[in-house]
């Protein structure tokens, strides 16, 4: 059935779009509710079928902006893990001991609750007021995920589900983006979800030149992009080290993912996967590099044929950068941004308060944050995602077969490309581009907590040219091994 999958999804969007759309979401709710078990990954993977299927303009009314279903969800998850900690004796599912990932969410957290409390240090209109409680809201559960996935997730095997079920939901979300490029259908403005209200009006489509840009279920384009490029690293790792029997299945995915990408007529997202793919390919041997770059040729080709001039206006974007209105836009309040920096710096105006009906759009996360909860806010920020980032390179470096390591090496490509993504646009106001982020760095630190705090013999062969760091941790590893013959063998 799965791989009949896309031939009648076709067939169905032909017919007409809502079909096509219903087919593909009832396929992989099917699939998801069959093989859930209740655990910290049920959570994490209802977290992100809701972030991925239901377009986040639709809310449950009464709770308005808070009320999409993937922040209830995330605030049940961000719940539990606090009510753990708590109770200690009731959490037993959480690990406990050192956890870097931990560290660096709660110093985020404190940072984002001392920006809070600056937002009341001056006088507030009322949409401000609005905006910071749905703000901290947002950022509270957020980094309740980061946590119950670093915490919380009991083993390998769990957390490869996981990664495996966000790159599917992923894809859904891809597919969709295709069959409303060549149908004209928006899911978000047709559809009528039960229980649900649309927050606001939402564009039926936005123009680039003379193509069509595509968001799928998200808020926009340039968001649709972005999450596209930062789960294409962890497809294309799941394919290279598929099972014989699903090598077909995941190379489609891959494909699907690189097909839909550039449909989103985007700067963010090239920027985006051009940072994840220089990340990736220096985990990767020469050969495998030059099958990425030819893979990437024939895509191009194959983009170009089928889909007539998305890559010569993508083209244009880069080469009219200077000359680009939106561009000019951006940077002309760079100024006033800076003054608005320099009245707070170190807390910053308060938590989500510079509303652009108040103030203007900014366009800019990095500067955004740095408003908003100052520098000590955006220094935490910064050191979470690359704090991760390098966590995931530890995995790279010491993990204990080359499988594991290429996965640390696919999760910190993942996370620096969504770092850069801050550069080019507000990413963590769009809640699908944010809730992937939060997820990936916990399911970062549940990596590191599985694989290389369990002390583990010597390899006989390396697999690589170790770093001197490498070789300390080896040789760590190799007296502890020596001091207790009691160390736990997973």
Known sequence: MVLLTPVLTVALAVIHPALGILLLAAVAWTLLMSRLEFDAVTVLTVFLAVLFLIPAAWVFGPLGAVGTPALVVALGASMWWWLSQLRPKAGREMARGTQPIRVLALIFLWTV???????????????????????????????????????????????????????????????????????????????????????????????????????????????????????????????????????????????????????SISRTAFVVAGAAALVLARGWTWRQRFNLLAAAMVFAVAVRSTAPGVLGTIRALFLNFGRDPSVQGRTDDYDQLFRFIGERPVFGR???????????????????????????????????????????????????DSETSQLGNALAASIIGSFFSLFTYDALSFPINAGVLFVLMGVTGALWRLELRTPRPLPRQPRRRASPLSRDHEAAGAVGNRVSSMAPDR
């Open 113 to 263: 609750a001392a920006g809070f409390v600056a937002a009341f240090s001056r006088p507030l209109s009322g949409v401000e007021q609005t905006a910071t409680y749905r703000v901290l809201v947002g950022l509270f559960a957020l980094i309740g995920l980061t946590l119950l996935a670093a915490d919380a997730i009991p083993t390998r095997e769990r957390l490869d589900i996981l990664v495996n079920r966000m790159i599917n939901l992923a894809s859904v979300f891809a597919a969709i983006g295709v069959i409303q490029f060549y149908t004209d259908y928006d899911p978000a403005t047709a559809l009528s979800i039960p229980g649900l209200v649309l927050n606001f009006e939402v564009s039926d489509g936005l123009q680039r030149s003379v193509v069509r840009r595509v968001s799928g279920t998200a808020l926009h384009p340039v968001e649709f992009g972005a999450v596209l490029a930062v789960m294409v690293p962890l497809a294309l790792h799941r394919a290279l080290h598929a099972p014989r029997n699903k090598r077909r299945f995941y190379w489609f995915r891959v494909a699907l993912l690189g097909f839909a990408l550039p449909l």
């Open 350 to 400: 308060g938590v989500g308060t510079f509303v652009p009906t108040e103030y203007f759009l900014v366009d800019n996360e990095i500067l955004l944050t740095a408003v908003t909860i100052g520098l000590v806010g955006l220094a935490a920020l910064v050191a979470l995602i690359l704090g991760s980032a390098t966590v995931a390179r530890q995995v790279f470096w010491h993990g204990p």
